[in-house]
């Protein structure tokens, strides 16, 4: 017999949410490196991505939680500290090292079956790259001289061992030491993380349970497919973990008000100690790749708001903007605001303000003093200490 599902306001659902993603407290990792290792670690993974008309999206979501973060402290959890590394999520993503052995499987299978882009990189051309790098330390697409070849996809590179770079990185023998904007120097797996030992790759069902463990810190209350985004072949291993917690009393079945055929589940003190609003609304103008946002269903079903990412649409048929942002006030997302970073002359330009609810002359005014450290951020100056 199925547990009954207890139903949960959307005004509850949205503040155990943004509990979970640490948007509802001002700094709440704190300051310096630490805190940056601290929040890949809570969030599970935090996306980069290439864009670049503000600044990148994986510097934009840590200084979200971490006011006072600064680009080098990125750059030293994962170059000396080496508490995260990249690999793939659903996008690539600066992830825990902590969690390196549960994508140990999909390097595995990357080595077996390599997919199609990767068939034209010979085995003697990949181990004399691999014998390069261990003979003369980590290198970048730039460090390789050679003849270039015609692109075969307008993102791929014209030189052949970009091919191969990614192969390995695929595969787990290489791994991303250091990254300066897009680009990246590669190094030894072994040797940058100071193996032995190595890992030992998780099971599938270790796997599913850090999914299910991922989402339950980093989300609050989740959906099978908020668990799997990104791993849809998961769902059915999750559901038997679920289906075990709920049984033993570990998760409890619930579900947002007016939404029962959405089943979600949340750990017991989640719902014993339901977040309560105090003091003003924070601001916080979001990445569009922030893990608020990344979901799109889950952020209409939370928030009532479909975001529209148009940097790939036609001028004339964006509705929000080349890059817009959304603006969470409170527990509420109240605009979308399109900026370009305009670095010549050290200033953000506002392209677009569009206003998705009320607009009302104080949640203007708390925006407009948010967009002052969020702009001296963007424009790599120092965090104001009120930050």
Not at 251 to 264: K, S
Request: one cysteine or more.
């Amino acid at each position: 017999m199925s547990k009954p599902s207890y139903a949960i306001a959307p005004v509850q659902a949205r503040a155990i949410w943004l509990r979970a993603q640490c948007l509802d407290r001002g700094a709440p990792f704190g300051a310096g490196p630490e805190a940056t290792r601290k929040a890949v670690e809570h969030l599970g993974y935090v996306q980069i991505d290439t864009i670049h008309v503000i600044e990148r999206s994986h510097h934009h979501i840590l200084h979200t939680r971490i006011p006072r973060y600064a680009r080098a402290d990125l750059e030293r959890a994962q170059s000396l500290d080496k508490s995260v590394f990249e690999y793939w999520t659903h996008a690539l993503s600066y992830v825990p090292t902590a969690h390196y052995r549960y994508f140990m499987p999909a390097m595995a299978r990357h080595r077996e079956g390599p997919r199609t882009a990767f068939t034209t990189v010979a085995e003697a051309d990949y181990a004399a790259l691999l014998k390069r790098i261990r003979k003369e330390g980590a290198l970048s697409i730039r460090d390789i001289e050679e003849e270039l070849v015609e692109k075969t996809h307008p993102w791929d590179s014209r030189k052949p061992s970009r091919r191969a770079l990614r192969l390995g990185f695929l595969m787990g023998d290489l791994t991303i030491s250091r990254r300066a904007g897009m680009v990246k120097t590669y190094e030894l797996s072994q040797r940058h993380f100071g193996w032995p030992p190595r890992p030992r790759p998780a099971t599938e069902g270790q796997f599913a349970q850090y999914l299910l463990d991922r989402a339950m810190l980093a989300q609050g209350m989740a959906s099978l497919d908020s668990i799997c985004y990104g791993n849809l072949p998961m769902k059915a291993r999750v559901a038997e973990l679920i289906a075990g917690r709920v049984r033993r009393k570990q998760l409890i079945p619930v579900h947002i008000d007016g939404h029962a055929a959405i089943q979600h589940w949340a750990e017991p003190a989640t719902l014993e100690t339901l977040p309560a609003r105090e003091g003003p609304p924070l601001v916080h103008i979001l990445s569009p790749f922030d893990p608020l946002v990344i979901q799109r269903k889950r952020l209409h079903l939370f928030f009532g708001y479909e975001h529209r990412f148009e940097a790939y649409v036609p001028p004339a048929k964006r509705v929000l903007g080349y890059f817009a942002l959304p603006v969470l006030a409170g527990d509420e997302i109240v605009a979308a605001i399109d900026l370009k970073a305009d670095r010549q002359a050290g200033k953000l330009v506002m392209k677009q303000w569009t206003w998705l609810a009320k607009k009302r002359a104080d949640t203007k005014a708390a925006i407009e003093a948010a967009l002052g450290p969020f702009e001296r951020f963007q424009l790599g100056g120092a965090p104001a200490d009120d930050a």
